[in-house]
């Protein structure tokens, strides 16, 4: 929601950095080689269809991992605004 989306606006707070390496970390563990590849290609840039051919999968199926993976951030940081932020 926007509580999280104000919150990556605005600079982040030391708190607020360690969440979110915290956070990103755990995700990167919950995926397999193939989807860290797709993870690690995108952040460097690649587009879908580059990162379909290097993994061997279709573009639908890497641009769902991308969905996925955006929606679980955008859902742990929204849990962890919840919790750091004062009320």
Do not use: F
């Not at 956070?23 to 080689?33: A, K, M, P, R």
């Not at 193939?34 to 290097?54: C, D, F, N, P």
């Amino acid at each position: 929601g926007t509580d999280a989306i104000v919150a990556l606006a605005r600079e982040p707070s030391p708190l607020d950095a360690v969440v979110l390496i915290e956070e990103v970390e755990g995700l990167i563990l919950g995926l397999d080689e193939v989807q860290r590849t797709m993870l690690e290609m995108r952040l460097a840039g690649y587009q879908i269809e580059e990162i379909a051919e290097k993994v061997g999968r279709s573009e639908r199926t890497v641009r769902r991992l991308m969905d996925k993976i955006r929606n679980r951030l955008v859902g742990r940081l929204e849990e962890s605004v919840l919790v750091t932020e004062p009320c």
